[in-house]
Protein backbone atom coordinates (compact mmCIF):
# COMPACT_ATOMS: atom_id res chain seq x y z
CA UNK A 1 0.00 0.00 0.00
CA UNK A 2 1.32 3.32 -0.91
CA UNK A 3 2.22 5.52 2.22
CA UNK A 4 1.64 9.13 1.84
CA UNK A 5 4.97 10.39 3.27
CA UNK A 6 6.86 8.85 0.70
CA UNK A 7 7.63 10.37 -2.68
CA UNK A 8 5.72 9.05 -5.24
CA UNK A 9 7.86 7.88 -8.76
CA UNK A 10 6.05 8.03 -12.18
CA UNK A 11 7.72 5.37 -14.42
CA UNK A 12 6.89 5.29 -17.84
CA UNK A 13 7.85 2.04 -19.73
CA UNK A 14 8.13 1.97 -23.48
CA UNK A 15 8.18 -1.57 -24.68
CA UNK A 16 7.31 -4.18 -27.05
CA UNK A 17 5.88 -7.55 -25.97
CA UNK A 18 8.56 -9.21 -28.49
CA UNK A 19 11.65 -7.74 -27.29
CA UNK A 20 14.01 -9.97 -24.81
CA UNK A 21 15.54 -7.18 -23.42
CA UNK A 22 12.52 -5.59 -22.08
CA UNK A 23 11.14 -8.73 -20.10
CA UNK A 24 14.81 -8.42 -18.60
CA UNK A 25 14.89 -5.29 -17.64
CA UNK A 26 11.73 -5.25 -16.17
CA UNK A 27 12.50 -8.33 -14.39
CA UNK A 28 15.78 -5.79 -13.19
CA UNK A 29 13.81 -2.95 -12.17
CA UNK A 30 11.63 -5.05 -10.16
CA UNK A 31 15.18 -5.05 -7.99
CA UNK A 32 15.30 -1.86 -8.05
CA UNK A 33 11.43 -0.69 -6.61
CA UNK A 34 12.79 -3.79 -3.80
CA UNK A 35 15.54 -1.75 -3.03
CA UNK A 36 13.68 1.37 -2.49
CA UNK A 37 10.77 -0.70 -0.87
CA UNK A 38 9.24 1.55 2.01
CA UNK A 39 10.92 4.99 0.97
CA UNK A 40 9.45 5.46 -2.75
CA UNK A 41 6.12 4.88 -4.26
CA UNK A 42 6.65 3.68 -7.81
CA UNK A 43 3.59 4.58 -10.76
CA UNK A 44 3.90 1.96 -13.15
CA UNK A 45 2.57 2.88 -16.78
CA UNK A 46 3.45 0.29 -19.66
CA UNK A 47 3.41 2.10 -23.02
CA UNK A 48 3.81 1.07 -27.00
CA UNK A 49 6.33 0.04 -29.45
CA UNK A 50 6.52 -2.01 -32.40
CA UNK A 51 10.01 -3.25 -32.98
CA UNK A 52 8.22 -4.90 -36.48
CA UNK A 53 5.10 -3.10 -37.11
CA UNK A 54 4.86 -4.01 -40.68
CA UNK A 55 5.05 -7.58 -39.44
CA UNK A 56 2.44 -9.98 -41.33
CA UNK A 57 -0.22 -12.00 -39.32
CA UNK A 58 1.25 -15.08 -40.18
CA UNK A 59 4.62 -13.71 -38.29
CA UNK A 60 8.26 -14.87 -39.14
CA UNK A 61 10.78 -17.75 -38.18
CA UNK A 62 12.46 -15.51 -35.28
CA UNK A 63 15.98 -17.41 -35.95
CA UNK A 64 15.59 -15.94 -40.09
CA UNK A 65 14.53 -12.67 -38.53
CA UNK A 66 17.08 -11.77 -36.91
CA UNK A 67 19.54 -12.39 -39.36
CA UNK A 68 17.64 -10.84 -41.78
CA UNK A 69 17.35 -7.82 -39.78
CA UNK A 70 20.54 -7.66 -38.38
CA UNK A 71 22.89 -8.84 -41.15
CA UNK A 72 24.25 -11.40 -38.75
CA UNK A 73 24.88 -15.16 -39.07
CA UNK A 74 22.61 -17.99 -37.68
CA UNK A 75 25.01 -19.03 -35.64
CA UNK A 76 25.78 -15.67 -34.07
CA UNK A 77 21.92 -15.50 -33.98
CA UNK A 78 21.74 -18.53 -32.16
CA UNK A 79 24.83 -17.64 -29.51
CA UNK A 80 22.93 -14.37 -28.43
CA UNK A 81 19.61 -16.12 -28.13
CA UNK A 82 21.77 -18.46 -25.44
CA UNK A 83 22.85 -15.26 -23.75
CA UNK A 84 19.82 -14.01 -23.19
CA UNK A 85 18.44 -17.25 -22.08
CA UNK A 86 20.95 -17.54 -19.63
CA UNK A 87 20.58 -13.61 -18.02
CA UNK A 88 16.86 -14.22 -18.02
CA UNK A 89 17.25 -17.56 -16.31
CA UNK A 90 19.11 -15.76 -13.91
CA UNK A 91 16.33 -13.39 -13.07
CA UNK A 92 14.01 -16.14 -12.66
CA UNK A 93 12.47 -15.97 -16.29
CA UNK A 94 12.18 -18.86 -18.94
CA UNK A 95 13.11 -18.44 -22.45
CA UNK A 96 11.73 -21.44 -24.32
CA UNK A 97 12.84 -21.00 -28.21
CA UNK A 98 11.29 -23.82 -29.51
CA UNK A 99 12.08 -24.64 -33.49
CA UNK A 100 8.75 -23.13 -34.63
CA UNK A 101 9.58 -19.76 -32.46
CA UNK A 102 8.08 -16.77 -34.38
CA UNK A 103 8.06 -13.17 -34.09
CA UNK A 104 4.63 -12.13 -34.22
CA UNK A 105 2.62 -8.61 -35.11
CA UNK A 106 1.83 -6.74 -32.16
CA UNK A 107 0.10 -4.22 -32.55
CA UNK A 108 -3.13 -6.09 -30.87
CA UNK A 109 -1.23 -6.84 -27.55
CA UNK A 110 -0.95 -2.83 -27.56
CA UNK A 111 -4.33 -2.41 -27.79
CA UNK A 112 -5.16 -4.42 -24.78
CA UNK A 113 -2.16 -3.26 -22.63
CA UNK A 114 -3.72 0.29 -23.64
CA UNK A 115 -7.25 -0.66 -22.40
CA UNK A 116 -6.15 -2.30 -19.57
CA UNK A 117 -4.39 0.97 -18.47
CA UNK A 118 -7.45 2.94 -19.55
CA UNK A 119 -9.04 0.67 -16.29
CA UNK A 120 -6.09 1.29 -13.82
CA UNK A 121 -6.55 4.98 -14.95
CA UNK A 122 -10.20 5.08 -14.63
CA UNK A 123 -10.19 3.07 -11.30
CA UNK A 124 -7.20 4.80 -9.54
CA UNK A 125 -5.88 1.72 -8.70
CA UNK A 126 -2.09 0.48 -8.32
CA UNK A 127 -0.27 1.03 -11.46
CA UNK A 128 1.63 -2.19 -10.66
CA UNK A 129 -1.79 -4.35 -10.91
CA UNK A 130 -3.68 -5.48 -13.99
CA UNK A 131 -1.84 -3.86 -16.70
CA UNK A 132 1.91 -5.01 -15.09
CA UNK A 133 0.47 -8.46 -15.15
CA UNK A 134 -0.78 -8.42 -18.67
CA UNK A 135 2.76 -7.56 -20.05
CA UNK A 136 4.38 -10.03 -18.37
CA UNK A 137 1.60 -12.46 -18.97
CA UNK A 138 1.67 -11.70 -22.78
CA UNK A 139 5.82 -11.86 -21.97
CA UNK A 140 5.64 -15.61 -20.80
CA UNK A 141 2.94 -16.45 -23.41
CA UNK A 142 5.40 -15.08 -26.26
CA UNK A 143 8.44 -15.91 -24.64
CA UNK A 144 7.85 -19.47 -22.64
CA UNK A 145 5.00 -20.85 -24.33
CA UNK A 146 5.71 -19.87 -27.37
CA UNK A 147 1.95 -18.92 -28.05
CA UNK A 148 0.68 -16.83 -31.02
CA UNK A 149 0.02 -13.44 -29.04
CA UNK A 150 -1.35 -11.52 -32.24
CA UNK A 151 -4.00 -14.34 -32.21
CA UNK A 152 -7.29 -12.79 -30.71
CA UNK A 153 -8.28 -16.31 -29.08
CA UNK A 154 -4.58 -16.07 -27.50
CA UNK A 155 -5.04 -13.08 -26.32
CA UNK A 156 -8.19 -12.79 -25.29
CA UNK A 157 -7.30 -15.93 -22.73
CA UNK A 158 -4.42 -14.38 -21.82
CA UNK A 159 -6.22 -11.29 -20.63
CA UNK A 160 -8.76 -13.28 -19.06
CA UNK A 161 -5.73 -14.97 -16.95
CA UNK A 162 -5.18 -11.67 -15.64
CA UNK A 163 -8.53 -11.26 -14.13
CA UNK A 164 -10.08 -9.19 -17.16
CA UNK A 165 -13.19 -9.22 -18.86
CA UNK A 166 -12.80 -11.98 -21.76
CA UNK A 167 -15.96 -10.91 -23.26
CA UNK A 168 -14.73 -7.20 -23.58
CA UNK A 169 -11.33 -8.31 -24.59
CA UNK A 170 -12.53 -10.30 -27.42
CA UNK A 171 -14.56 -7.44 -28.58
CA UNK A 172 -12.38 -5.15 -28.28
CA UNK A 173 -10.06 -7.03 -30.43
CA UNK A 174 -12.59 -7.38 -33.42
CA UNK A 175 -13.18 -4.05 -33.14
CA UNK A 176 -10.97 -0.72 -33.95
CA UNK A 177 -11.06 0.21 -29.94
CA UNK A 178 -7.70 1.42 -28.66
CA UNK A 179 -5.93 1.42 -32.02
CA UNK A 180 -6.18 5.32 -32.15
CA UNK A 181 -4.69 5.61 -29.13
CA UNK A 182 -1.83 3.17 -29.69
CA UNK A 183 -0.89 5.07 -32.69
CA UNK A 184 -1.20 8.44 -30.90
CA UNK A 185 1.17 6.97 -28.66
CA UNK A 186 3.70 5.76 -30.71
CA UNK A 187 4.01 8.67 -32.54
CA UNK A 188 4.22 10.53 -29.09
CA UNK A 189 7.16 8.59 -27.93
CA UNK A 190 8.86 8.77 -31.57
CA UNK A 191 8.43 12.60 -31.10
CA UNK A 192 10.12 12.02 -28.03
CA UNK A 193 13.51 10.17 -29.49
CA UNK A 194 12.43 7.02 -28.10
CA UNK A 195 14.01 4.80 -31.18
CA UNK A 196 14.46 1.41 -29.30
CA UNK A 197 13.15 -0.22 -26.10
CA UNK A 198 13.34 -0.61 -23.57
CA UNK A 199 13.05 3.06 -22.29
CA UNK A 200 12.41 3.82 -18.75
CA UNK A 201 10.88 7.59 -18.25
CA UNK A 202 11.64 8.89 -14.67
CA UNK A 203 9.76 11.19 -13.41
CA UNK A 204 8.71 12.32 -17.05
CA UNK A 205 11.78 13.98 -17.59
CA UNK A 206 14.64 11.44 -16.94
CA UNK A 207 15.22 8.85 -19.69
CA UNK A 208 17.18 5.39 -18.77
CA UNK A 209 17.51 3.65 -21.79
CA UNK A 210 17.77 -0.20 -22.23
CA UNK A 211 17.41 -3.08 -19.99
CA UNK A 212 20.09 -1.46 -17.30
CA UNK A 213 21.21 -3.26 -14.57
CA UNK A 214 19.42 -2.16 -11.05
CA UNK A 215 22.95 0.05 -9.47
CA UNK A 216 22.25 2.48 -12.60
CA UNK A 217 18.06 2.84 -11.56
CA UNK A 218 19.56 2.88 -8.20
CA UNK A 219 22.42 6.15 -8.52
CA UNK A 220 19.70 7.94 -10.48
CA UNK A 221 16.55 7.93 -8.42
CA UNK A 222 19.30 8.29 -4.77
CA UNK A 223 20.75 11.65 -6.76
CA UNK A 224 17.79 13.05 -8.57
CA UNK A 225 15.18 12.32 -7.08
CA UNK A 226 15.83 11.11 -3.55
CA UNK A 227 18.06 13.98 -2.77
CA UNK A 228 15.60 16.82 -4.41
CA UNK A 229 13.20 15.32 -1.43
CA UNK A 230 14.83 16.28 1.11
Known amino acids: MAD??????SIDIVSDVMCPWCIIGWLKFEQVMAHFSGRIDFRVQWHPFELNPDMPPEGEDAGEHVVRKYGISAEQSRANSAR???IA???GFVFNRSP???MRNSFDAHRLLTWAGALEEAEQVEATGVQTALKLALFRAHFTDNRDVS?????ADVAASVGLDRT????ILTSDDYAEMVRVEEAYWADRNVTGVPAFILDGRMMVPGAQDPEVFIRVIENRVLAAAR
Open 4 to 9: ARNPRL
Open 84 to 86: LAA
Open 89 to 91: AEL
Open 100 to 102: GFR
Open 151 to 155: DHAVL
Open 168 to 171: RAAA
